[in-house]
């Protein structure tokens, strides 16, 4: 196993920058997941790990090595890839040994390693099988085990579960954790879902337009998101926000919105940050909207909206409310047994809410 | 029990007749030329020109294809178009493999300039590069030779078999190669290990496409081969067919030979061949 | 045993094509691979010249020193060009490609070039043995050219009435193609029991070796024992009436030549179309024709505002290249009317400059024939492009 840095990557396709300047820093024997939307240059970067595509500007190093020349098969990786790309025309225990034959390694040991592998992967009743007569789930694991052999230094996953549906997909999330605590190898894993990211990773990297967003632990990017993109990026449902302004009367910050006025204690955003007429965004997550809350001393005073539509999801229930003329979504414990267009009472939950600057779009409270 | 038909079943029945009389009308005039090449080579020695028009002739023989095999040098004709022509179709699928792989792969300096050559080489008229390449092998001193022979066709059929082989490679995904970089192979070896394996039905295609073009060929064999030895069965049936003397019976035994092969192996091929028409969307 | 000699004289000759691609790739192996070496052009200058001028020389007939001179010039051009254009890059793609187009160069461009250089020289029967043993020829410049438009390729007919002839020739079968292959394809599309079957029988005339077809159905027209004119003496003495309607048996061969070529054409050219045309009405989704049926169309307001507007993209392809083909079609021409003795009647563009070279061995003169044709069409092609491509923009 070993480590991984990325110094100061830089990618152009053409005139097109897909990096810019990317940082980051993997420990051994770490499950770093890397999210972002499409084209936010997530897998760009994983393939230029691999050896995939050239490199711009900057340094990868694995292990302290520089391997910006390397060709992919001496950088000691192995990368499971989004569309499994299993050799059509061999076996699957072919599949599995290619790298090891390719090699020359003796046939013992070869051997040793597949019936590893399949027994890890429970392949061992398909070894002789050929692709196409497998499920999709099993050629995700046929594409694992192939890279299991390989004893790579790390393990490259470029959004292995995409072409799955939804149950396979929460099967294989969990084989593939499983698989992490076995094998406690150094694991890098790009995917555009951030359930996976947030599941799976005991770290993550956040991208956007090229650019790393935030890099941290799952708790640390949910709960204290370090800018707009990342809170809403993360948590499902998205984050609630609410653009508007700052007043500061009497020791007293107040944020202003069309449609609610809210004042912020110093707990949540310090005194240094409040700054009469600032814009900000509020953000705050579906779950801490309080509907029909008796309150308490950590929520806010109460605030009249209407409901509009609800979504019953069996242990939780989605409500869309309206406020003034600002939509809200609030996450409540299921059968709220209101009717769309009464009339209801919410309050927010300020011990997790964030106050976001918003122009440089960066959180600025606790 | 009497079932009456619907009106509009009534005009889907005489919809059918009509269809079925019409292409049974087609069908035969298609079929039928070569129906009457199969009944020429039954008749009888006798009775070889004649107006008769039945599809098995009275007295029906295999006379003439056994003088056919006999007397004539049908049989080393035959040898000699399969020599040439596998030896070609050999060589121009090896050369349009590996240049079809770089185009369908690789960005480089002159790719859009060299697919405009090849399509439009396909334009140049046949019968244009006969003579140069006639002289050419003349001064060669390979006229009336095998290697002439192969020289000549052996890049007649190389733009479309690149043009094909590059479409069916344009459908294998890329992430079968960078699997196997990532495992250990060259980009080279990735072509050979991988793509190449996975490629049989177009290549097969190709080398189908290569090798009915030049067993069908005659202008060409008539310019460089001259004598009766060397002849592949296209000019060789040309001969027992002469403006005054015709010798029917085997000229149509020789017929029947050659093209019932021909014709098992294009119907066999067909579905492929269609397809290929449509450049690649055939996907193993 | 003769036939073991003859194997054996191809496979070595396969031996040698492979040896000859090794060996040019290595050639442009070691030009990518060393061009930065201090002994890169030393090394090269010696060795390549030297190495080409032993095959070369063997080949064409000894060493001279003009020949050696040429291969150093040309080496020094191309490890030059490599040392300072190339640099080593797209090694892979350019050596995968090497082969081919070498062969190309070789057997397509070289002869080319070289058909250009004829059509300004004067090669016939009395100057072709001194060409042949000193590789010169007299230098005529445009002279060719200037007959080509003025004298006869064959004995009578001239360059004009050709170039009429071959556009009849054409329009009149691409025509019948496209009609006769639509409507059987039109027939073919619908579900009936034996589609294959009938769709096997159909294409037979493509599938037929074309020289035993065109050469069988040559027989079908001759005057007395052909088929044509068998059955339209049945039919006369059968239905008497007919001979006052000038029904009688045709000496085809003799009396219409290019009608006859034109009728066996058709025949050999539809099953293509329909093929082509087939595959175009089988992509049209049928759900076109359900709105269309709600909306009330006929059968033939739906094939004229659905069908052939659908069709036409695959369609057009095959046309261009049909109509392409059928201009240069020597095949049929000759192999009907091509043997001595044969009528000049029929013939187009292409047969004439065949005939040309071949059985009258005029063949500087059928080389500026050859050049002229080339340039037509490819004048013609470019202006049908552009105005393809301009009609593209427009919608």
């Not at chain 1, 653009?243 to 609610?260: D, R």
């Not at chain 2, 023989?61 to 178009?81: A, V």
């Not at chain 2, 390979?142 to 459908?171: E, R």
């Not at chain 3, 219409?256 to 034109?262: E, H, I, K, Q, V």
């Amino acid at each position: 196993m070993a480590t991984v840095q990325f110094k100061k990557i830089v990618k152009k396709f053409g005139d097109n920058l897909v990096l810019n300047g990317v940082d980051v820093d993997i420990k051994d024997h770490e499950f770093v997941v890397i999210v972002g939307p499409s084209g936010c240059g997530k897998t760009t970067l994983l393939r230029m790990l691999a050896g995939l595509e050239e490199i711009s500007d900057g340094e990868i190093f694995i292990d302290n090595l520089l391997v910006n020349e390397l060709h992919p098969s001496k950088r000691e990786i192995a990368m499971v890839f989004q569309d499994y790309a299993l050799y059509p025309h061999m076996t699957v225990e072919e599949n599995m040994n290619f790298a090891l034959r390719l090699r020359k390694m003796p046939k013992p040991e070869i051997a040793a390693r597949v019936t590893e592998a399949a027994n890890i992967l429970q392949l061992n009743k398909f070894l002789k099988r050929m692709p196409k007569q497998l499920s999709g789930g099993q050629r995700q694991r046929v594409a694992i085990g192939r890279a299991i052999v390989r004893k790579p230094k790390v393990f490259l996953f470029d959004e292995p579960l995409s072409n799955l549906d939804a149950k396979l997909r929460e099967e294989m999330r969990v084989e593939i954790a499983k698989l992490y605590q076995r094998l406690n190898a150094t694991i890098i894993y790009v995917t555009h879902d951030q359930v996976e990211a947030m599941t799976l990773a005991g770290r993550i990297v956040i991208m956007n337009h090229g650019i790393v967003q935030q890099v941290g632990s799952p708790i640390e990017v949910y709960r204290k998101p370090c800018n707009l993109f990342v809170a809403g990026f993360i948590g499902s449902p998205t984050m609630n926000f609410l653009a508007g302004k700052l007043s500061v009367a009497g020791g007293v910050t107040v944020f202003s919105h069309e449609s609610l006025t809210l004042p912020i204690p110093a707990f949540v955003l310090p005194q240094k940050e409040a700054a009469e007429g600032r814009e900000v965004v509020l953000g705050i997550r579906p779950d801490d909207v309080l509907v029909e809350h008796p309150g308490g001393e950590k929520c806010s005073e109460k605030v009249n909206g209407v409901l509009e539509v609800c979504e019953l999801l069996g242990h939780r229930e989605n409500l869309y409310l309206k406020v003034g003329a600002q939509r809200l979504l609030a996450t409540v414990e299921a059968f709220f047994n209101r009717s769309p267009g009464s009339a209801v009472s919410l309050c927010f939950n300020y011990q997790n809410m964030h106050v976001f600057d918003k122009a440089s779009e960066r959180r600025i409270s606790e | 029990m009497k079932k009456k038909m619907t009106a509009a079943a009534k005009r889907q029945l005489l919809k059918s007749i009509l269809l079925h009389a019409g292409l049974i009308i087609f069908a035969a005039a298609c079929v039928y030329p070569l129906l009457r090449i199969f009944s020429v080579s039954l008749r009888p020695g006798d009775k070889l020109v004649s107006l008769d028009l039945s599809i098995i002739p009275a007295g029906a023989t295999f006379i003439s294809y056994t003088k056919l095999l006999r007397d004539t040098m049908f049989l080393r004709w035959l040898g000699n178009s399969l020599l040439i022509t596998l030896a070609t179709s050999f060589i121009g699928v090896s050369l349009a493999s590996t240049a079809a792989y770089a185009f369908s792969r690789f960005r480089f300096p002159g790719k859009k300039v060299g697919m405009i050559l090849l399509l439009s080489s396909q334009m140049i008229p046949a019968g244009m590069l006969i003579l140069p390449l006639f002289l050419m092998i003349m001064k060669l001193k390979l006229m009336n030779t095998y290697l002439g022979m192969i020289i000549a066709y052996s890049v007649s059929s190389l733009p479309f078999s690149i043009w094909i082989l590059k479409g069916y490679y344009d459908t294998i995904p890329r992430s079968l190669e960078e699997a196997a970089l990532v495992d250990g192979t060259s980009q080279v070896g990735a072509f050979w290990r991988i793509i190449l394996p996975l490629s049989t039905p177009a290549l097969s295609i190709a080398f189908l496409f290569n090798f009915t073009t030049a067993w069908n060929e005659y202008l060409v064999a008539r310019v460089v081969l001259f004598s009766a030895k060397q002849y592949t069965w296209t000019l060789g049936l040309f001969e027992l067919q002469g403006q005054y003397i015709t010798q029917w019976g085997m000229f149509a035994a020789g017929s029947m030979l050659v093209t019932i092969p021909v014709l098992c192996v294009f119907l066999y091929s067909s579905k492929w061949l269609i397809s290929g028409l449509t450049l690649g969307s055939v996907k193993g | 045993m003769e036939a073991l000699k003859s194997i054996y004289e191809v496979a070595w000759f396969i031996l040698l094509v492979a040896g000859g691609v090794a060996a040019l790739e290595g050639y442009f192996y070691t030009h990518f691979k060393f061009y930065s070496r201090p002994w890169f052009f030393p090394a090269v200058l010696a060795a390549f010249p030297a190495l080409a001028l032993a095959i070369f020389g063997g080949l064409l007939g000894g060493y001279t020193f003009k020949l050696w001179l040429y291969f150093l010039l040309a080496e020094a051009a191309i490890a030059a060009f490599f040392r300072h254009v190339v640099k080593g890059r797209h090694t892979v793609p350019y050596l995968l490609l090497a082969p081919a187009f070498v062969g190309l160069a070789l057997l397509l461009v070289y002869p080319f070039v070289f058909e250009v250089y004829l059509s300004f020289h004067d090669l016939k029967l009395t100057t072709i043995m001194m060409w042949k043993n000193t590789g010169t020829l007299p230098f005529v410049g445009i002279d060719q050219y200037i007959k080509v438009f003025t004298t006869s390729p064959l004995s009578e007919v001239t360059f004009w009435a050709l170039l009429g002839r071959t556009l009849v020739w054409t329009f009149s079968n691409v025509f019948f193609h496209v009609l006769g292959g639509f409507i059987l394809a039109l027939m073919l599309n619908n579900h009936i029991r034996g589609k294959g079957f009938y769709r096997t029988l159909l294409v037979i005339p493509w599938a037929m070796p074309q020289v035993v077809a065109v050469l069988a159905m040559r027989g079908e027209f001759h005057s007395t024992n052909g088929f044509v004119n068998i059955v339209i003496t049945k039919l006369v003495t059968a239905f008497p009436f007919l001979t006052s309607l000038g029904v009688a048996p045709v000496q085809w061969l003799t009396d219409y030549p290019l009608l006859t070529c034109t009728l066996i054409n058709i025949w050999l050219g539809i099953p293509f179309m329909m093929v082509v045309i087939l595959g175009g009405l089988q992509s049209i989704s049928s759900s076109y024709y359900d709105a269309a049926d709600i909306d009330g169309a006929s059968y033939f307001q739906k094939l004229r505002y659905i069908t052939l507007p659908l069709v036409r993209p695959v369609m057009m392809p095959a046309v261009t290249l049909g109509t392409v083909w059928t201009f240069n079609n020597i095949n049929v021409i000759y192999l009907v009317t091509g043997q001595a003795g044969g009528t000049e009647q029929a013939d187009i563009l292409v047969s004439a400059l065949y005939k040309a070279a071949f059985t009258y061995n005029r063949y500087s003169y059928s080389a500026a024939f050859a050049i002229v044709v080339f340039a037509m069409l490819f004048f013609f092609s470019v202006f049908y492009l552009k105005s393809f491509d301009a009609a593209k923009d427009e919608r």
